[in-house]
């Protein structure tokens, strides 16, 4: 088998997705930092606590709170979701509202089940699985949240959706994947 080298970020998430499944062997590069954050980096590790500090003041969480996932989001697609309070653990419950469907059937909110990693910089990583009610799918999403410079919260998430097929030759055309942008809206 022949060794490619593919940059993650100059592929598509789709097209990274197949050629792994070709068979074809993946290398991320390293993640590039502006001047200003490597300069933090650097000190960072000499003086972590001084680094921590100066960190969260130029990236507050909203209300100066850790990431609170718990409310209403809306993606660019018109998709809505709530999450329900979020335990002492990092998991939550909540309900789905998507906007698009390839399916025939009337589209109708589905539970959703996930958990975030509880960071004390209030900036955490999340993961949650969506099971369709209408139809023979499920998607998991994973992400991000970040607070913005006037406390607003984004989150940056990818999913895969995984469709049920007849067949494993039908195997190849399953699963999607996709990237989504949720704003609070309550």
Not at 160 to 174: F, G, N, T, Y
Request: glycine share 10%; proline share 4%; hydrophobic share 35%.
């Amino acid at each position: 088998m022949s060794r490619r080298l593919l940059t993650a970020l100059a592929l598509p998430a789709g097209a990274a997705l197949a050629a792994a499944a070709a068979g074809s062997q993946l290398l991320c590069q390293a993640a590039e930092m502006p001047k200003g954050e490597e300069d933090s980096a650097k000190e960072a590790k000499a003086t972590n606590t001084k680094w921590w500090q100066s960190h969260k003041q130029k990236h507050p969480a909203r209300n100066g709170k850790q990431c609170d996932l718990t409310g209403w989001w809306e993606n660019e697609l018109g998709s809505k979701m709530r999450v329900d309070a979020v335990d002492s653990q990092g998991n939550f419950t909540g309900e789905y509202h998507t906007a698009v469907s390839s399916t025939q059937k009337p589209i109708e909110p589905s539970p959703l089940l996930g958990s975030q990693h509880l960071d004390e910089d209030g900036q955490c990583t999340f993961g949650f699985t969506v099971n369709w009610k209408f139809s023979d799918s499920t998607a998991v999403f994973a992400g991000q949240c970040f607070a913005g410079d006037g406390g607003e919260e984004v989150l940056q998430s990818i999913w895969l959706l995984r469709e049920k097929v007849d067949s494993l030759p039908s195997d190849w055309k399953a699963t999607r994947t996709g990237h989504n942008v949720f704003t609070r809206t309550g």
